[in-house]
């Protein structure tokens, strides 16, 4: 019972970090298989556990391998959003100057429909929709081209203020993941050692036993032959 209490904060933590890692591993899995992908990721993290429980070096080993599988969805499943915001960001910059020409040629082109429909008005009628149509096109123009010059004068944001925060959560999950492995190791430890610690307790009484005994033998061994030596020794002539 009290060892089972000594371990219950490891338990706890163990406990706590698979929950954190599973949350983005399932998430990942689940995209490339929608019936499944759940059971694969559990299925990898309870592998790795039940591995790194053993005292086997090659269960060991294999529980390496089991463990980097069990990390790179969660890594991967978190970097992917801002690598993709980054990604987006990039390409916005590099086609701003075209998407800024094209606004500014097409604003172009509806004010000079725009007079030119005017002027047909002036003469005839029937170029009311027209004209008002035109307008709204001009109207959605300029502020597409508003947008974009507020895009070229906000400045960039920092790389370190990009890519800090997800170092920190990269580093937090691998943290998770030796947590993982440094509790279970911890709450495994009892289960695995109490067979051999049984076996050297009952093996060591048998081997005192061995040496009381044959050190009672020497003992009795010493009186009796001195007493048959005596027996053996040769009585004096009784004639001289």
Same mark, same amino acid.
């Given at each position: 019972m009290k060892t089972l209490l000594n371990k219950l904060p490891a338990l706890a933590l163990l406990t706590g970090a698979v929950v954190l890692l599973q949350i983005h591993a399932m998430a990942w899995w689940t995209q490339y298989d929608p019936a499944t992908g759940w059971l694969w990721s559990v299925v990898i993290e309870a592998g790795a556990i039940w591995l790194w429980s053993a005292r086997s070096v090659l269960r060991n080993c294999i529980a390496v391998f089991?463990?980097?599988?069990?990390?790179?969805?969660?890594l991967y499943q978190l970097a992917a959003p801002m690598l993709d915001g980054q990604r987006a960001t990039r390409q916005a910059a590099d086609t701003l100057p075209a998407r800024t020409q094209a606004a500014q040629a097409q604003i172009a082109t509806?004010?000079?429909?725009? %007079?030119?429909? /005017? #002027?047909?008005?002036?003469?005839?009628?029937?170029?009311?929709?027209?004209?008002?149509s035109t307008q709204q096109q001009l109207a959605t123009a300029r502020a597409d081209l508003t947008a974009l010059q507020t895009e070229a004068a906000t400045p960039a944001p920092v790389a370190l203020a990009?890519?800090?925060?997800?170092?920190?959560?990269?580093?937090?999950?691998?943290?998770?993941?030796?947590?993982?492995?440094?509790?279970?190791?911890?709450?495994? %430890?009892?289960? /695995? #050692?109490?067979?051999?610690?049984?076996?050297?307790?009952t093996a060591a009484p048998a081997a005192g036993d061995d040496i009381a005994a044959g050190g009672g033998d020497e003992s009795r061994s010493i009186p009796t032959a001195l007493a048959d030596m005596a027996l053996m020794r040769p009585k004096p002539d009784a004639t001289r």
């Open positions: 089991a463990t980097a599988l069990a990390l790179i969805a969660p509806l004010t000079a429909s725009l %007079a030119q429909y /005017n #002027d047909n008005s002036a003469h005839r009628g029937g170029w009311s929709p027209l004209i008002a990009v890519y800090l925060p997800l170092a920190m959560q990269m580093i937090a999950l691998c943290l998770l993941q030796c947590l993982v492995v440094l509790t279970t190791r911890t709450v495994f %430890a009892g289960s /695995n #050692d109490q067979a051999p610690k049984l076996t050297t307790q």
